[in-house]
């Protein structure tokens, strides 16, 4: 189900992808704030719609445009101990600081901190970690 928010006008096209990092204190005072501070910190939005209603904005150069989003899916990696399909963690983030490795960009997704939950929607395969996790691919919600 779409929810309605607004985001800069050069981000505000059909099928952008975000991942919200909560409010900031230069909009305290916006008179828009309500609309962008309903979304959940971390959680990964993508953009469905685009309505032509425009809103000054103190932070985004040609103000904000209002969009549809809805939630999707973030991709990530889980100790496999802990990756069950259907299940609901609290996302701990790995204490790894390899980042020539290729699973970096999945063992640290954009925007995603430890303490954040989810819920496992599907689990993937078994990858290398040349620190030696015992790690897999998943999709998170």
Request: hydrophobic content about 35%; overall charge positive.
């Amino acid at each position: 189900m779409a929810m309605l928010t607004v985001v800069g006008d050069k981000l505000a096209k059909k099928g952008q992808e975000f991942v919200y990092l909560g409010s900031l204190s230069e909009c305290k005072d916006c008179k828009v704030k309500n609309i962008c501070f309903h979304l959940e910190k971390g959680q990964r939005y993508k953009v469905v719609g685009v309505r032509d209603v425009n809103h000054d904005c103190e932070i985004h150069e040609n103000g904000v445009k209002v969009v549809e989003v809805e939630k999707t899916t973030t991709n990530a990696v889980l100790l496999k101990k802990l990756a069950i399909d259907g299940s609901t963690i609290t996302f701990d983030l790995l204490k790894c600081n390899n980042l020539g490795c290729e699973n970096h960009i999945l063992c640290f997704p954009l925007g995603v901190k430890s303490g954040t939950k989810f819920k496992i929607v599907k689990t993937g395969r078994k990858l290398k970690c040349p620190k030696g996790f015992e790690i897999v691919r998943v999709t998170l919600e």
